[in-house]
């Protein structure tokens, strides 16, 4: 194969799973975004947390939210667990790397918040531990999985919701993750402000 064929069907491949994903998730998608509104206008606020290139979707979404994503707008709160590598660096020395998020939303995290999890399917003990501990201080969770969902699938309660992207592949899914998380920012702006 050729580089042109080879560029070809990367952009296939990955059109491929995307049609996929805004045929089956759609609803999910739709759904996802009436939790994070009711949260916010629940004066709640919003946490993010992923691992690796997951972890680049968790601030993205936070700075979205922050800042503004395609329109001038009030700030919404949000908070990426995964942008302070201090504290990050911090934790996993003095405990525990599986540790990292968990810390941080047993200081941060409120009853009536939401926790958006971001992975691709691994079976990541920090975010297992993340999991539980939203679920003890009473925070729902959002959780952007692909391939099976990977371990976290079976702890999270039936307040919680899974968009798993329809693929075994950690590009794919992160690709998808991406279109989602902007989907979620305008569907939140959109509910919000208007227009």
């Known amino acids: 194969m050729n580089l042109h064929d080879r560029i070809n069907q990367y952009f296939f491949d990955s059109m491929a799973v995307q049609q996929e994903a805004l045929h089956s ?17 629940n004066d709640k606020k919003i946490l993010t947390c992923g691992n690796g ?18 329109r001038e707008r009030p700030s919404l709160p949000a908070i990426a667990l995964t942008s ?17 998020f968990a810390k941080q939303l047993r200081a941060l995290g409120q009853n009536g918040d ?3 999890i971001y992975t691709d399917g691994s079976n ?11 679920h003890d201080k009473h925070i729902s969770i959002i959780a952007l999985t692909g391939k099976d969902g990977g371990s976290m699938t079976s ?9 798993r992207v329809p ?12 279109l989602i998380t902007h989907c979620l920012c ?8 208007g227009g």
Do not use: G, W
């Not at 702890?155 to 968009?163: A, K, P, Q, R, V």
């Open 155 to 163: 702890i999270l309660n039936e307040t919680d919701m899974e968009i």
């Open 25 to 41: 998730l759609s609803e999910q998608i739709e759904l996802a975004s009436h939790r994070l509104v009711t949260t916010l206008l």
């Open 124 to 134: 990541a003990a920090n975010i297992a531990k993340a999991i539980n501990t939203a």
């Open 84 to 100: 302070d590598p201090v504290t990050l660096t911090a934790i996993a020395n003095d405990y525990h790397f599986d540790d990292i």
């Open 186 to 193: 305008d569907l939140i702006d959109h509910q919000l402000f």
């Open 114 to 116: 939401l926790l958006v």
């Open 53 to 70: 290139r997951s972890a680049a979707c968790a601030l993205l979404f936070s700075s979205a939210m922050l800042n503004q994503f395609e």
């Open 167 to 178: 693929s075994n592949s950690s590009v794919r899914i992160q690709e998808v993750h991406l």
